[in-house]
């Protein structure tokens, strides 16, 4: 019972106005202190210019793709398994297999590095001419680049090609949330 009428009577005496008023500063809400504004230096402005330059972000881009083709390719050449494994011996599997690695990394390269660089290149372009950040400029350039890879195929596989491409370009950018 001390105890309650001790704890009653120190928060009454910390409720007083004239504590209250005399302790706002020590004892307050914490005030947000506004920071002063950091101006880029010119550095980091040469930075944002280059890469705001669509050749050097399809250029990036395509690289990328390219390393991620040649671990794609790498990867999946090594599931290959040959037809008359029981018949060769480890050596002529192990060539085998080193191989296939090589063949599907290169060709893997290839089709993630084009890839890369028709979308990013026409997504940066299509979003410099209509100067908005959104998710059209995803499904355009998921169009040409699904039209383009696979117009070889004909006509009919281009537009299959672009609705595709397009479809996942949008899906992945809904499912990453990058445009507000």
């Known amino acids: 019972m001390a105890s309650e009428s001790d704890q009653t009577s120190s928060t ?3 409720d007083s106005p004239d504590q209250t008023s005399s302790t706002s500063s020590n004892n307050g809400p914490p005030v947000n202190k506004i920071e002063p504004l950091k101006l880029p230096t010119f550095e980091e402005i040469r930075g944002q210019e280059m890469w705001n330059n669509c050749a050097v972000r399809s250029v990036f881009s395509g690289v990328l793709g390219g390393g991620l083709g040649i ?3 790498l990867f999946l050449g090594a599931l290959d398994n040959p037809l008359m494994q029981e018949q060769m011996t480890a050596r002529q599997q192990f060539i085998y297999t080193a191989k296939q690695m090589g063949s599907r990394s290169w060709g893997s390269a290839k089709a993630f590095a084009i890839m890369g660089l028709i979308f990013s290149g026409v997504e940066c ?5 209509r ?11 998921g169009c040409v680049t699904g039209g383009t890879l696979s117009a070889r195929g004909g006509p009919k596989a281009a537009c299959f ?7 996942f370009s949008v899906l992945i950018e809904k499912f990453l949330d990058r445009h507000d």
């Open 12 to 14: 009454s005496a910390n």
């Open 71 to 73: 671990f794609m390719g």
């Open 125 to 129: 372009a299509v979003e410099k001419a």
């Open 131 to 141: 100067a908005k950040h959104d998710t059209t400029n995803t499904a355009v350039a």
């Open 161 to 167: 090609g672009c609705a595709g491409f397009a479809t």
